[in-house]
Structure formats: structure tokens, C-alpha cells
């Protein structure tokens, strides 16, 4: 908001009173009553045989206040000024008359008098007409913002509805009658909705209506109302939005679906075949190495081969076992991330703990499956990129949802970089496992420290979404 400048307003004030009101015709008769005035005076103070007779007392100066006052309340000071000066020009023959036969000196007190009453007066009149201006001018400038309002209001493509401080409907624009139906003033909101959510919830909810399509509702309060609070809901067509939305969670869904439907059948692969023939090879090196007439330099040679085919054999099965832990399936969550932890430890890179709270449940396949896999990848990159030296495992099985947390001591990493560069390992491991937790319609937040280590923490729902629904897309409420 404009502070008015005091100076400005000076200077159009005396801008003013260097111009009067010379084109109006009614300043002129006040001008010529003026005339009439010090003319009379001026008459009867060269006749004084006539002051003992009609007029006793003369022609009092102060009849000037007449016309001046006048010219204040028409013009302002403008007039007030102009007809004071026009009046004190024409006082001054009166003022020369010989032998104080003008009485100089009341009329000059009187007319002091007459200045003064003529410039209060006419600032007064000034101000008055000066705020006035600017009332006038901030009502126009508001009739004329909530005029702009009121075409944007109407000629808006999007359902937009006013509504009173008792969520009541006041008004509603044409996309609005023809979305809600031309009953909806008058109605409260949640009635015409059809949902009893508080009516200061309803901003940001995306609901379905009538006409089959998605609307996200926008809630302001309107500042131009001063009289009651006033809020606009606006009504925005996410219809695509969310259709991408949920083409975009299917797909995910499908590609993890692949994946681990790979990791299966490679562990199954891994585990029938070359995992078998190494262990058969390892039995057949034992074999000739205990045969009689083998040399010893040979007999050891083929124990350390046969040695070489066991670690192989190890590998191959700690392989299969990553792609698709057997617990898992057979003993549940808890068994799988007890071998994880297990083996983790065996390798000695790490000294890891593994904590468990609450009731162990078995839990559905998507589940285990999605928390394991998140344990194992927050594991594999404290290890990996982190170098850590001690991991703290925890698994709470709450009342309706199951609480998981990674915690290592890693070097940690800068998440804003992380999450900018495409190049950063941390970043992909990040996104996988935040993209498994919101499948299956959770959360999953990370905070690291560089020099500290990383907190993993995940919260996954009881029940999640199964993979043959329509991933994370909620059950939009619907208005009939």
C-alpha cells in the first residue's frame, strides 16, 4: 500500500490556491457580493453624517465572513484565499481615507480576524475534501480489483465456489454450477461433497465427482471481504495427473515384480546346476586324491583344488542365498534378516546387531519381501560405499505397521549432492529402496551426516497393497 507524501500534498494545495476557480461562474458572484460589501463600507466611512442616522455602527468588516465562508465551503482553500486576497485589495482605499475616517485599526483587527477564520476554515474544508478524495479513490480502486476478480471469477475454466464462514456456498462460477448442478448456493459444502471431513481439511484432498474425473480442491481465504472471512475452493481437474501417477506405480511395480521374479529363478538356477557340479567335482577331486599310486605332489594339488571348488561352490550358494533367501519364504522376516545379519558379521568387514521389538508376526509375501530387501540394500551400502564399521539393525512390529532402521558409522554422504547427481551410488540405492517402501504404500526417509554415518528409516503398513491392485492410488471419495 502507497503512504501519501505529506510534501505532495502541500504542494498541490498551494498549487491550488495559486489557481482559482477563475472559469466557475458562481466564483464570481462571490466575488461581486465581495464588492458590494466594501463598497457599502467604503460609502458610509466618507459619509459619516449617516452612521448616526440609518447606520449607527457602520458596516462591520466581519460581514466579509459571509462570501469568504461561501467560497470555503464551494471551493476549498482555493476559494477561501483567492476571495480573502480579493477582498483585502479592494479594503485598501478604505485604509487611506484621512483622519482615520476608515478606522484602520478595528478594521485591521477585524480583518486579521476574518484571515485567519478564512484560512482554518478553508483547510479544513481542504482536508476534508483532500481525504474524501482518497476514500473515493481506494473505493474505486476496490471496485475495480474485485471488478478484475469477479471476470476472472466468472470466465474461469476451472469449478471455483465461495464460501461464507459457516462453509456455506455464497457464490459459484459457471464451471461450478455445471460441475455441482445450479442447487449448489445455499448448501454447505460438505453436503454438496458428500463428505463430513472438516470443511478446513478440504484443501489439498483429491476427490471424485459426478462426472467421473479427479479434483484436487485449492482453499484461500479472500482478502477483499472485511465484513465476514470468506474462503474460495477451487476445484482442479488432476484426472491425467493421476492416471500417470498410477501408470507410473504400475509400472514400477511391474519392474520390481521382474526383477525379483529374475532373482528367483537365477537362485534356482545357481542352486540346481552349477552350485551342484561343484560339489560334485569337489567329491570326484577327492576321490582321485585318495586313490592308491597318486603321487603326493599330485594328491595335494588336487585337495587344493578341490578346496578352490568348495569356496566356489560357498560363493555360488551365498549368491543364491542373497537373490532369494530361502528364510524368507520358509521361517519369515525375521529368520531372513538373522542370516543376513549372520553372514554380514562372517565376513568380518563389519560387527553388526540385529534388534527386534514387539511381536514377530509373519507378515504378507509383499511385505517380507519389500522390508528385506530394504534392510539388505541400506546394509550393502554402508558396506560398500560407506565403509562401516558397526551396523544397528531394528525391527518393531507395531500395531499397524512394521518400523524398520539401518544405523551405521560410515564416512555418510551429502544427500542434496547425492540426490542431484545421477553419478552418486548412494543416490540409486536411495531411490530403489524409497520407490519399494511407497509400493507398498509406506515411507521411507534417510538422513546422513559426512564423517558420521547414515540412519535408514522405513515404516511399511500391515496392510500393504497387494501387487494385483492398483499400487498407491488411494480410493478417491466420491460425490454422486
Same mark, same amino acid.
Given at each position: 500500500?502507497?503512504?501519501?507524501?505529506?510534501?505532495?500534498?502541500?504542494?498541490?494545495?498551494?498549487?491550488?490556491?495559486?489557481?482559482?476557480?477563475?472559469?466557475?461562474?458562481?466564483?464570481?458572484?462571490?466575488?461581486?457580493?465581495?464588492?458590494?460589501?466594501?463598497?457599502?463600507?467604503?460609502?458610509?466611512?466618507?459619509?459619516?453624517?449617516?452612521?448616526?442616522?440609518?447606520?449607527?455602527?457602520?458596516?462591520?468588516?466581519?460581514?466579509?465572513?459571509?462570501?469568504?465562508?461561501?467560497?470555503?465551503?464551494?471551493?476549498?482553500?482555493?476559494?477561501?484565499?483567492?476571495?480573502?486576497?480579493?477582498?483585502?485589495?479592494?479594503?485598501?482605499?478604505?485604509?487611506?481615507?484621512?483622519?482615520?475616517?476608515?478606522?484602520?485599526?478595528?478594521?485591521?483587527?477585524?480583518?486579521?480576524?476574518?484571515?485567519?477564520?478564512?484560512?482554518?476554515?478553508? $483547510?479544513?474544508?481542504?482536508? =476534508?475534501?483532500? *481525504?474524501?478524495? #482518497?476514500?473515493? %479513490?481506494?473505493? !474505486? /480502486?476496490?471496485? &475495480?480489483?474485485?471488478?478484475?476478480?469477479?471476470?476472472?471469477?466468472?470466465?474461469?475454466?476451472?469449478?471455483?465456489?465461495?464460501?461464507?464462514?459457516?462453509?456455506?456456498?455464497?457464490?459459484?462460477?459457471?464451471?461450478?454450477?455445471?460441475?455441482?448442478?445450479?442447487?449448489?448456493?445455499?448448501?454447505?459444502?460438505?453436503?454438496?461433497?458428500?463428505?463430513?471431513?472438516?470443511?478446513?481439511?478440504?484443501?489439498?484432498?483429491?476427490?471424485?465427482?459426478?462426472?467421473?474425473?479427479?479434483?484436487?480442491?485449492?482453499?484461500?481465504?479472500?482478502?477483499?471481504?472485511?465484513?465476514?472471512?470468506? $474462503?474460495?475452493?477451487?476445484? =482442479?481437474?488432476? *484426472?491425467?495427473? #493421476?492416471?500417470? %501417477?498410477?501408470? !507410473? /506405480?504400475?509400472? &514400477?511395480?511391474?519392474?520390481?515384480?521382474?526383477?525379483?521374479?529374475?532373482?528367483?529363478?537365477?537362485?534356482?538356477?545357481?542352486?540346481?546346476?552349477?552350485?551342484?557340479?561343484?560339489?560334485?567335482?569337489?567329491?570326484?577331486?577327492?576321490?582321485?586324491?585318495?586313490?592308491?599310486?597318486?603321487?603326493?605332489?599330485?594328491?595335494?594339488?588336487?585337495?587344493?583344488?578341490?578346496?578352490?571348488?568348495?569356496?566356489?561352490?560357498?560363493?555360488?550358494?551365498?549368491?543364491?542365498?542373497?537373490?532369494?533367501?530361502?528364510?524368507?519364504?520358509?521361517?519369515?522376516?525375521?529368520?531372513?534378516?538373522?542370516?543376513?545379519?549372520?553372514?554380514?558379521?562372517?565376513?568380518?568387514?563389519?560387527?553388526?546387531?540385529?534388534?527386534? /521389538?514387539?511381536?514377530?508376526?509373519?507378515?504378507?509375501?509383499?511385505?517380507?519381501?519389500?522390508?528385506?530387501?530394504?534392510?539388505?540394500?541400506?546394509?550393502?551400502?554402508?558396506?560398500?560405499?560407506?565403509?562401516?564399521?558397526?551396523?544397528?539393525?531394528?525391527?518393531?512390529?507395531?500395531?499397524?505397521?512394521?518400523?524398520?532402521?539401518?544405523?551405521?558409522?560410515?564416512?555418510?554422504?551429502?544427500?542434496?549432492?547425492?540426490?542431484?547427481?545421477?553419478?552418486?551410488?548412494?543416490?540409486?540405492?536411495?531411490?530403489?529402496?524409497?520407490?519399494?517402501?511407497?509400493?507398498?504404500?509406506?515411507?521411507?526417509?534417510?538422513?546422513?551426516?559426512?564423517?558420521?554415518?547414515?540412519?535408514?528409516?522405513?515404516?511399511?503398513?500391515?496392510?500393504?497393497?497387494?501387487?494385483?491392485?492398483?499400487?498407491?492410488?488411494?480410493?478417491?471419495?466420491?460425490?454422486?
Amino acid at each position: 500500500m502507497n503512504t501519501p507524501d505529506p510534501s505532495a500534498a502541500h504542494r498541490s494545495i498551494l498549487d491550488r490556491i495559486l489557481h482559482p476557480p477563475i472559469s466557475d461562474g458562481p466564483f464570481w458572484i462571490i466575488q461581486a457580493g465581495v464588492l458590494v460589501i466594501v463598497a457599502l463600507h467604503y460609502f458610509v466611512d466618507i459619509h459619516p453624517s449617516l452612521i448616526n442616522q440609518s447606520l449607527p455602527t457602520g458596516i462591520p468588516v466581519a460581514i466579509l465572513v459571509i462570501p469568504i465562508g461561501y467560497a470555503a465551503l464551494r471551493y476549498g482553500l482555493a476559494g477561501s484565499a483567492a476571495t480573502t486576497l480579493w477582498a483585502f485589495v479592494l479594503w485598501l482605499p478604505d485604509l487611506m481615507l484621512p483622519n482615520d475616517e476608515g478606522h484602520a485599526g478595528d478594521d485591521l483587527i477585524n480583518f486579521a480576524i476574518i484571515v485567519m477564520v478564512a484560512i482554518i476554515f478553508g $483547510r479544513r474544508i481542504e482536508t =476534508e475534501r483532500l *481525504t474524501q478524495r #482518497r476514500i473515493d %479513490e481506494a473505493t !474505486a /480502486r476496490t471496485l &475495480a480489483v474485485e471488478a478484475g476478480y469477479r471476470r476472472l471469477f466468472e470466465s474461469n475454466r476451472s469449478p471455483i465456489v465461495v464460501l461464507d464462514d459457516r462453509g456455506v456456498v455464497g457464490d459459484a462460477n459457471p464451471a461450478a454450477v455445471a460441475l455441482l448442478g445450479a442447487a449448489v448456493i445455499g448448501r454447505a459444502i460438505t453436503a454438496v461433497l458428500n463428505d463430513d471431513a472438516d470443511v478446513g481439511s478440504l484443501s489439498g484432498r483429491v476427490l471424485t465427482l459426478s462426472d467421473g474425473r479427479d479434483y484436487r480442491l485449492d482453499m484461500v481465504s479472500l482478502p477483499l471481504d472485511t465484513t465476514a472471512r470468506r $474462503r474460495q475452493v477451487t476445484f =482442479e481437474d488432476v *484426472t491425467e495427473e #493421476r492416471h500417470e %501417477e498410477r501408470r !507410473a /506405480r504400475q509400472f &514400477a511395480q511391474q519392474v520390481v515384480q521382474v526383477e525379483e521374479d529374475q532373482r528367483r529363478r537365477l537362485a534356482r538356477e545357481l542352486h540346481d546346476e552349477p552350485l551342484q557340479l561343484f560339489l560334485h567335482l569337489a567329491r570326484r577331486l577327492e576321490t582321485l586324491g585318495n586313490a592308491g599310486g597318486v603321487p603326493p605332489s599330485v594328491a595335494t594339488g588336487l585337495a587344493e583344488t578341490r578346496n578352490q571348488a568348495l569356496d566356489a561352490a560357498t560363493r555360488l550358494r551365498t549368491l543364491a542365498r542373497d537373490l532369494r533367501p530361502p528364510a524368507l519364504d520358509q521361517l519369515g522376516l525375521v529368520a531372513a534378516l538373522s542370516s543376513l545379519v549372520a553372514d554380514i558379521d562372517d565376513e568380518g568387514a563389519a560387527t553388526t546387531h540385529l534388534a527386534v /521389538r514387539g511381536t514377530p508376526i509373519r507378515l504378507s509375501p509383499d511385505v517380507e519381501l519389500g522390508a528385506f530387501r530394504i534392510v539388505q540394500e541400506s546394509m550393502r551400502n554402508a558396506q560398500r560405499h560407506a565403509s562401516a564399521r558397526h551396523l544397528r539393525v531394528s525391527v518393531e512390529f507395531g500395531d499397524e505397521a512394521l518400523h524398520l532402521s539401518v544405523v551405521d558409522d560410515g564416512s555418510g554422504f551429502d544427500q542434496q549432492r547425492a540426490l542431484r547427481s545421477d553419478k552418486e551410488a548412494p543416490s540409486l540405492g536411495i531411490v530403489g529402496m524409497r520407490e519399494r517402501a511407497r509400493l507398498l504404500g509406506g515411507s521411507l526417509t534417510v538422513q546422513s551426516t559426512l564423517g558420521v554415518g547414515t540412519v535408514v528409516e522405513a515404516i511399511i503398513p500391515f496392510d500393504a497393497p497387494s501387487r494385483t491392485a492398483t499400487v498407491g492410488a488411494r480410493s478417491p471419495s466420491r460425490v454422486s
